[in-house]
Structure formats: structure tokens, C-alpha cells
């Protein structure tokens, strides 16, 4: 799942769709792994990316702060590992 999460991301900006599938499979993920600091750090990314594109203030304003939940998540089970830490 993982890897199927990866492949969407990658392709997300190409289709907002793949966003959608990307945080399913990151979700998917979590649910065998929930302490899985890659997995919430690309959950972070797909979910900041859709707040990005997200006409509604209110959503976006949602959207963006879930990511700041899955990013800080991601660093504190992971705080030697640079990508959640980039901040």
C-alpha cells in the first residue's frame, strides 16, 4: 500500500484524483502501521497539497491543519530522520 501511495503521489499534480487515492493508500498504511513516520509524513504532503486546491477557506483552513497534525506526527515518532523535520 505503501508503494501504490508513493506511485499516486507522485502523480498527483498531474490529477487531483491521485491525491484522493494517495491518502487513502497512506491511510491504509497507518491503519496496519500507525506509527509509520514515512507514511504520516506523505499523508502530511497529499493533505497539504489538497488544502492547497481546496476553493472553500473553510476546508482548506481544515485541510491544512490536519497536515500540520500528520507532519508533527511524523516528526516526533521519527526526530533523526530529516524529511519530517525540515521545519
Excluded at 499534480?13 to 502501521?33: R, T
Excluded at 509509520?36 to 473553510?58: C, H, M, P, R, T
Aim: glycine share 6%; hydrophobic share 40%.
Amino acid at each position: 500500500a505503501f508503494d501504490k501511495g508513493w506511485a499516486l503521489f507522485g502523480q498527483m499534480h498531474k490529477d487531483m484524483k491521485n491525491i484522493d487515492l494517495a491518502i487513502k493508500q497512506y491511510n491504509e498504511v497507518l491503519s496496519l502501521y500507525p506509527q509509520n513516520a514515512d507514511a504520516l509524513w506523505k499523508l502530511s504532503e497529499a493533505v497539504f497539497k489538497k488544502g492547497q486546491y481546496a476553493k472553500d477557506e473553510k476546508k482548506k483552513a481544515e485541510f491544512l491543519d490536519q497536515s500540520l497534525e500528520y507532519a508533527e506526527k511524523a516528526a516526533a515518532l521519527a526526530p533523526g530522520k530529516p524529511e519530517p523535520n525540515t521545519g
